[in-house]
């Protein structure tokens, strides 16, 4: 895998602090925590954008489904159901 340089500029200090902490804590370098949370934040976006995409074709099953013709107008318990509410 080939790497690039990335240099952050004018990082708040209080960024800096947590993001130093969370590193200390994980047992890692800044550095690697912070391509760590790269890493995790692009996974993230990737997952709501396929998640999104998903979204947009169930959409359009739900349309296609709603612009069928009823063939029965009773209410689906009705359908399902006898009187003592067992199934049919």
């Known amino acids: 895998m080939s790497t690039d340089v990335i ?19 994980n047992d890692r370098s800044m550095n690697r925590e912070l391509i760590r949370l790269l890493d995790s934040e692009r996974k993230r976006l990737l997952g709501l954008q396929g998640n999104f995409k998903n979204f947009e074709k169930i959409n359009a099953v739900v349309k ?6 009823s063939l029965d107008d009773r209410p689906v318990n009705d359908i399902l159901y006898d009187d003592l509410g067992m199934t049919k």
């Open 64 to 69: 296609a489904m709603h612009a069928l013709p």
């Open 7 to 25: 240099t952050i500029k004018q990082v708040p200090q209080d960024l800096k602090a947590f993001w130093s902490e969370q590193a200390k804590a």
